[in-house]
């Protein structure tokens, strides 16, 4: 009995680490398997921007060949983006951009960009000049987490050309209490509306020159936002209030 006991117990200690060493070659594929493909969310963002309409097919917007790789960089369905807002703000370079991005960055440039223009400089803007698809690590290299530049998902913003034909650098333009810099940090507080990461000068030591806009989904509900600098650090100025050369005013 005890024999046949001890044989019985050395069987189920056995079993059990066989069981344990399947689990854990179980979770090593798991995990391989999950670093090895693009997590599925960023396909159902794209699929469903695509059939929603959201984006127009135009001269400015064209769709382009799926990328996939290598690893998990790449997207379903990447536009090449020559313009934005209907054309009438273009990129120095067509860019690559996974569609969700496109209207998103509409929207910035509408309601937030060109009235900040206007307020400041009484000039709209034509071009801006930016980066965005690249398959690289959220550092640069490509190991840790992928940078969401790899997946379509990211744009780089480095300046604005005004109609006027001037040219707001953020690296040139940020510090400082002119209506440039005034004018950078208020479409930089506001992007923090439209975006799910917006990374600017002061942030770390890899956006000292230009805004960082992404829709990176930071929870499954997607509640997170991060805005760095955070926007109650970021001094707001004001326009100076425009000369009156006319002779009548508001009335207070
Ligand atoms: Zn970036």
Redesign the pocket.
């Known amino acids: 009995m005890s024999v046949a006991f001890g044989t019985q117990g050395r069987g189920r200690r056995a079993l059990k680490w066989f069981a344990i060493a399947v689990a854990g070659i179980t979770i090593a594929a798991c995990g391989r398997y999950a670093y090895e493909r693009r997590e599925q969310w960023r396909s159902d963002l794209e699929s469903r921007c695509m059939s929603s309409g959201a984006v127009q097919m135009t001269q400015f917007v064209q769709r382009a060949n799926t990328i996939n790789g290598p690893g998990t960089c790449g997207m379903d369905y990447p536009l090449r983006v020559s313009a934005q807002a209907r054309g009438q703000v273009s990129y120095n370079r067509p860019q690559t951009l996974a569609c969700q991005m496109v209207p998103t960055v509409d929207r910035w440039i509408d309601n937030v960009v060109q009235p900040a223009a206007q307020r400041w400089f009484g000039a709209g803007v034509v071009e801006v000049r930016a980066?965005s698809y690249?398959c690289r690590g959220i550092r640069g290299g490509r190991s840790g987490r992928m940078?969401?530049?790899s997946f379509g998902n990211?744009?780089?913003v480095f300046a604005f050309v005004l109609t006027s034909g001037h040219t707001v650098v953020i690296r040139q333009h940020w510090r400082g209490e002119t209506a440039e810099s005034g004018f950078l940090r208020e479409i930089f507080v506001r992007a923090c509306d439209h975006f799910t990461t917006v990374?600017g000068p002061g942030s770390d030591a890899?956006?000292y020159d230009?805004?960082?806009?992404?829709l990176a989904r930071h929870d499954p509900r997607w509640t997170r936002r991060v805005c760095r600098p955070r926007p109650e650090t970021v001094q707001m100025l004001q326009p100076a209030a425009p000369t009156n050369n006319f002779g009548f005013g508001f009335g207070r």
């Open positions: 980066g690249s940078s969401e530049h990211a744009l780089d990374l890899f956006h230009h805004f960082h806009l992404d």
